[in-house]
């Protein structure tokens, strides 16, 4: 079979190391338009033991990445200037540049073919493959060519954020809310190496408007957002890289694949950066995908148990997702709120944690809620 993949993010660079792995004389060819060392953001994050599914299947792949990662096992909120620590809630984070090249790495050691810096502008160009895969993220174009066969749609929530670095360490995953005179800003930060951190700015858009941030150029809103932030930030200034104004896309598709064609991460759904979880979903797609085609002679039948087979797992996963997206849509009003209050509602928000289970997780955290609840 001759497999063509569509974008050299983990999904794809994944799937071309597991099909190749399984099956040496597959031939496979990975597509990417940007060259091998492009990459946007800084650190992306992982919810704790999140690459724990690789261990069983892929003790290599496991222990290629690991020991690169940054962990932890507390949140911390800072709110009014108090700090509350969220204990037994464990987090990992890489360089999404560096996970990129292990995963490069990975699919050259079985001879996957990828091919940087060439844009497939039609898919007419892959009509001698027998199964495209759409590993190609949100703008995929392989989407929006089968927009109409695929019931393929893309909302976009109202709040701003921008990506952006930093050399300051944080020593956990950090959630910064602060009052500003433009009005609610909140920050998502965390390390990814030992010096360099993530470091998000989100404002809802009445906060975003008031600010002036349509109207500056990339370097004018880094200086606000530093001057906003300068407490969180002591001093250390924000590194841009690319880092403009965006609302996060929901992606959604009602069929998973067309005749030959097929998604899988971002390309087909996605998942609010506030619960970690965008890079493992991809890469658990590209194992069930792989899986199927193992498993499946017939491509179409192939691609109907992926879909079966993982839809309900990701459905799960997803609507976690969209709960706190929107929590976070309207963070300002909760940010009203008392803090042991707040803070119960922030860690609650996915509708995936209730109080028993954080007696179970958070035994520290708890005790400070029942001791500071009004």
Known sequence: MRIAILGAGPAGLYLSYLIKRRDPDADVTVFEQNPADATFGFGVVFSDRALEFLREDDEETYAAIVPHMESWHDITLVKDGERITIDGIGFAAIGRLKLLQLLQVRAASVRATAIFGVPVRSLNELDEF??????????????????????ASTGYLSNRFAWFGTEKRFETLTQTFVDSEFGAFNAHHYRYEADKSTFIVEADEATFQRAGFANMSEAESKALCERIFAEALDGAPLISNNSVWRQFPIVLNEHWSHGKYVLIGDALHTAHFSIGSGTRL????????????AAHGDLREALAAYETVRRPILDKLVRGANSSAEWYQRFAEHMKLPTADFAMSYITRSGRVDIERLRKLSPGFVAWYRQHRP
């Open 130 to 151: 027998d199964l495209v895969v759409g590993a190609d993220g949100v703008n995929s174009f392989v989407r929006k060519t089968y927009a109409g066969e695929l019931g």
């Open 282 to 293: 991809a890469i658990e797609d590209a194992i069930a995908l792989d899986k199927a085609l």
